[in-house]
């Protein structure tokens, strides 16, 4: 059976800057002054497309005093990942199949 493609998470993981922020969290778990100076980005447009993350579940966060740490949430991801191979495998099968046009 076919797992299905999440297209609202793909939407959200298109933006580059979540994008980037995904792969500097699936190395190690950062708080946002760390995200601030790996990417360039403004503090109030990191906390913006952090905000968009966490919504979607994919990030989640622990307060440590007073700086929030952000983590990728792995299952997630595996998830995302597992239907997109599903759709590969789906591709590769039905390499040989082509409808007749009318």
Same mark, same amino acid.
């Given at each position: 059976?076919?797992?299905?493609?999440?297209?609202?998470?793909?939407?959200?993981?298109?933006?580059?800057?979540?994008l !980037?922020?995904?792969? &500097?969290?699936?190395?190690?778990t950062?708080?946002?002054?760390?995200? #601030?100076? $790996? *990417?360039?980005? !403004?503090?109030?447009? &990191?906390?913006?497309?952090?905000?968009?993350?966490?919504?979607?579940? #994919?990030? $989640? *966060?622990?307060?440590?005093?007073?700086?929030?740490?952000?983590?990728?949430?792995?299952?997630?991801?595996?998830?995302?990942?597992?239907?997109?191979?599903?759709?590969?495998?789906?591709?590769?099968?039905?390499?040989?199949?082509?409808r007749?046009?009318?």
């Open positions: 059976m076919m797992t299905s493609v999440d297209t609202d998470l793909i939407r959200v993981l298109a933006d580059p800057l979540r !980037r922020i995904m792969t &500097l969290l699936a190395r190690e950062l708080c946002t002054t760390h995200l #601030v100076e $790996e *990417t360039g980005a !403004r503090q109030t447009n &990191l906390s913006n497309h952090l905000r968009v993350l966490r919504e979607a579940g #994919v990030v $989640e *966060t622990e307060p440590c005093g007073r700086f929030t740490y952000h983590r990728l949430k792995p299952d997630v991801i595996a998830q995302l990942a597992g239907g997109l191979a599903d759709l590969a495998e789906s591709v590769r099968t039905a390499a040989g199949n082509k007749a046009c009318p």
